[in-house]
């Protein structure tokens, strides 16, 4: 079974342009979630996704940020336009039920350089 | 906000070592679970230990809960040089729909 994959691994960007991050969870998983780690602080939720719905936004930092999960499958984070201080690795995640104990399972991460 | 946070923020120790690590948080939870990051790569899942369990083992790796004092640890036992990395503690509080709450990790080294 394959895991959860990210793309790209790597994005430097001046500030002021567009970048959309893609995450492909784990085939059947419903739940999709998107965190990151800005430099030298914790790993942070942004937000969950259960199939196409947004179930909670809640750590979205502002309306820059705009998540989609068109039809369930795969997610996309787009910022726009990016400023300096969303350099950082974002994360996707996901896992399969909506069980409050069900584990997440982690992609590889993207690195986001804002210049 | 609940906020989980590691102690020792770093470790060094020799291989054959045992390593231990903990985690505090704030308020109830779902389960914690423990993440290892190898520099510059994703979040391997290691191991969930659900609100009502005490203590789970998984090969080299023994992680406790104590709801009442809102902590965990983490025991690697026979350390290895691969066993460097980062570990973090991450709960599922209660009433959060199970996104994670990370802390801010402990940096392990285990020299050959």
Partial sequence: EAGVTQFPSHSVIEKGQTVTLRCDPISGHDNLYWYRRVMGKEIKFLLHFVKESKQDESGMPNNRFLAERTGGTYSTLKVQPAELEDSGVYFCASSRLADLQETQYFGPGTRLLVL | ?112
């Fill in chain 2, 1 to 112: 906000s609940q906020q989980g946070e590691e102690d020792p923020q770093a470790l060094s120790i020799q291989e054959g070592e045992n390593a231990t690590m903990n985690c505090s948080y704030k308020t109830s939870i779902n389960n914690l679970q423990w993440y290892r990051q190898n520099s510059g790569r994703g979040l391997v899942h290691l191991i969930l230990i659900r609100s009502n369990e005490r203590e789970k083992h998984s090969g080299r790796l023994r992680v406790t809960l104590d709801t009442s004092k809102k902590s965990s640890s983490l025991l690697i036992t026979a350390s290895r040089a691969a066993d460097t990395a980062s570990y973090f503690c991450a709960t599922a509080y209660s009433g959060g729909y199970n996104k994670l709450i990370f802390g801010a990790g402990t940096r392990l080294a285990v020299h050959p």
